[in-house]
C-alpha cells in the first residue's frame, strides 16, 4: 500500500513539474516572440516607407540584437538606440550568431541615414573571428532590417527618419 502511495506522489510531482516546464517554456517563447514593435517612417525621394521596429534601448537589448532569429516580418526590424547620445563611427557591428543577412542604415543626430551597410551571417562560433561593419560617420541610432530591404524599397544615405523620430532621443 505504501509502494503504491509512494508511486502515485512521485507522478504527480512529476506531471507538475512538466507542466511547470512547459509553461516557462511558453512563457520564455512568447517574450522572444512578443516584443513590442513601434511605427517608424523612412522619407525618401519617392514618399515615407512605413516599418514596425522592435527598440534596443538597453546595453543588454543592444548586445543581443537579432541573434538567432531565422526571420524577420517584411516591414520589421530593430532600431538600436543610445539616447541621443553620439557613437563614435569606430563603433561597428557584427553578425556573430546571427542567422540572416541584414542590412543596416546608422542614423546621425540630424536624424538622417549617414551610412548603409549589407551584413551577412557569420558561420564562426568564435565572436572574434566574425567582421564588424563600420559607418562613414558618428551616428546615434541604427536600423537593422531583412538583408536587401533597403534597395528593394529604395532606401538611401540621405533620407531620413519622419514618423519616430523622438525615439532617438529617448
Known sequence: MSFTFQTVRFRRSCVRSAAALLLLVVACFTAVQAAERVPLGIETHTGTRSLAVELAGTAEQRARGLMQRESLPEDGGMLFLYGGREQPASNGYWMYRTLIPLDIAFIGGDGRIHSIRTMSPCESRTAM????????????????VEGGYLERHGIEVGDRIGQGRELLFD
Open 129 to 144: 573571428n566574425c567582421p564588424s561593419y563600420y559607418p562613414d560617420a558618428p551616428y546615434i541610432a541604427a536600423l537593422e
